[in-house]
């Protein structure tokens, strides 16, 4: 027995000791969310393995840490404890809790000038809004997203529309809704006109009718809301009238889970989710559909959505310059190609959308153009200083007005006042 | 003398240390702990946590959402304590019976308690779908309309009180079965000669004697009403408008998404006062009308 243990305590110490022998190598911890599915995590190890082979100096210990929620638990409580990770991709909307929780540090310290121009500005702006704060650059988009229409071609034909035109604006969404809700001898409905998924997190969603109305939800400083702007009233209350007045969806809460499967189910014949979606619908869609832009109001918008790459403060400088340089190169065109053909993200440069791969790519598939062309009118995900108990308190209002409790006046009055009163400390 | 006496002293210290160091460790002083940083505020990033004494209970006292979830629990606790309790006696008193196929039952009960919560969550979320969902499916051969029983406000919480009672029955069902057959035959067979009812041997005589298995399955009961709320997370996250959110659930919410650690502390305090209050009295009033042998 206890010769064993000294054999395993013997080859511990060597291998401990070669690791400290292989001259000064950089150590990196790097923890990564993921929110749809298989791909995206083999493909984040491939890429990551890819990068430590083709940098002897450097190794980098990609760490699955489960969702978006889970993996930032994960990261602020290292973060606490001391020990936090060099790198994280975090959701982009924890910017200002991970600099209220002073954990986090700008990546322009550890970038040239040079490479402020090429590589921080080379990204869509409408990423950049929920990445900078006061001048500085505290995210690196990386796995971005945004809402999109998908619509049922073969729904649109049997109700007498267009089958290749997809709703333009509020009206338009209302009127085609009514054509394509159908009910049985009973009066039950069978197939609702559209599908806007609202349960636990409905202000993303939300933003998709605020924003083309003309509403911006949060300020850049993250410490001022605009939750009862005359603009958000009407939003919510075009929401709320979808099913209470025009009856074009189903009244209450929706699931985001089953969403896909009702499309597919020809329980909907719209949806409006996420564009991570697109390859699960292109697999499993029993019929043609088609992808548009959220319909527009005043103008045209929606949110963005999804994680930033976070450099963590905890770490000595050869590692941040080493982990900045890995963020460099995962962002690069040619990786961000990968990455999002893999997974159905966005790819966060213009110049992404250049190489070969994803022009061949969007030859082939050209709905992934969509949510790339819906950038341009996109703005910030809701984010400010305190951002669970802010967000929280707009979900709230948001449910109670759709599930008819109060009127949507009522609730964002409310939850404006809430909001200021947590958000006073920060102004 | 003297020396073997001290020998006794270590020799039970020694007996007692591992199990103390444990429960010291993992449950008294993070409890002793959660109290003290229920009266201070919680860091953040370069501001100290700092000593604000009752300031967090009078937030409390003020949390519109905090009263909301206490009633939300409340209602939790009343529907799934006694429903689970007589589904899991009376589905006790079904199988201990020879019948056709008694394996196969038990099985069948038992089954949802070896299902962990978040896969029953799943599939429950998909029974309370509108539309195909199978409860609206069977209920639109009746052509009654969709009902959305997770999104609407007035069914979300018995949503969740039905899947907590379908998960524990089965587990308690097997305590209940386990006390059935150690009560002896001699009894059924004294009670039959003297010319005793079926109903009136169960109340009499079966249901006395398993007492202490009520006492004991009451106690799990009211803990998991408090503790049992991962398929809140899969199935409602506590929506709509914390219509389905329950104490536990608020807390993990404060703490891990708000980041508000010394108040999800003083939520917690609550949490161990309600429990404690609780477990006292089942223990200190109930035990006196239960029959041990």
Redesign the interface.
Known sequence: MFPKIFKIASVASLTSLAAVGSAFAVDLEFYFPVAVGGAAATTIEKLTADYVAANPGVNIEAIYAGSY?DAG?KA?TAARGGKPPQLSVLLSTQMF?L?????IVPFDDFVSADEQESWINGFYPSFMENSQTGGKTYGIPFQRSTPVLYWNKKAFAEAGLDPDVAPANWDEMVEFGKKLTKKDD????TQWGVRIPS???PYWLFQGLSTPAGAILANSDGNKTNFNDPKVVEALEYLVDLSAKHGVM??????W??TP??FF?G?TAMMWTTTGNLVNVRTNAPFDFGVAMLPAKERRGAPTGGGNFYLFKDSTDEQKDAAVDFVQWITSPEQAAVWSIATGYVAPRPDAWETDALKAYAADFPPALVARDQLEFAVAELSTY?N??VT?TF???L??A??G?KTAQEALDQAQATADRILKPYR | MRNSARHQWIYAWLLLSPAMIFLITFTHYPAVQTVISSFFSTA???RESVFIGWDNYTTLMADE?FWKVLVNNFWYAVWTIPLSIILSLAMALWVNDKLRGRGFLRMAYFTPTVLPLIAVANIW??FY?????LIDQIR?LF????Q?W????DTALYSMIAVAIWKEAGFFMIFYLAALQTIPPSLREAASIEGAGKFYYFRRIAFPLLMPTTLFVSVNAVINSFRLVDHIFVM??G?????SSLLLFYIY?VA?????TAYAATLTVVMLAILTTVAIGQFFFLDKKVHYK
Do not use: C, H
Request: net charge negative; charged share 25%; aromatic share 10%.
């Open positions: 929620s638990v602020l809790t600099i209220d929780e002073d954990v009973s009066g039950n409905v349960a636990g997190f189903q009244p209450g809460s929706i699931e889970g089953p499967k009702a189910e329980e305190e669970g108990k929280q979900n709230d209002a449910a109670s759709i599930a409790e | 953040r990033g370069r959402v979320l998909f779908t509108p539309g195909f969902g639109g052509a009654y309309p969709e959305n997770m999104g609407s406000p409602t996250e929506g709509p408008n914390n219509a919410e891990f998404d708000y980041w508000d």
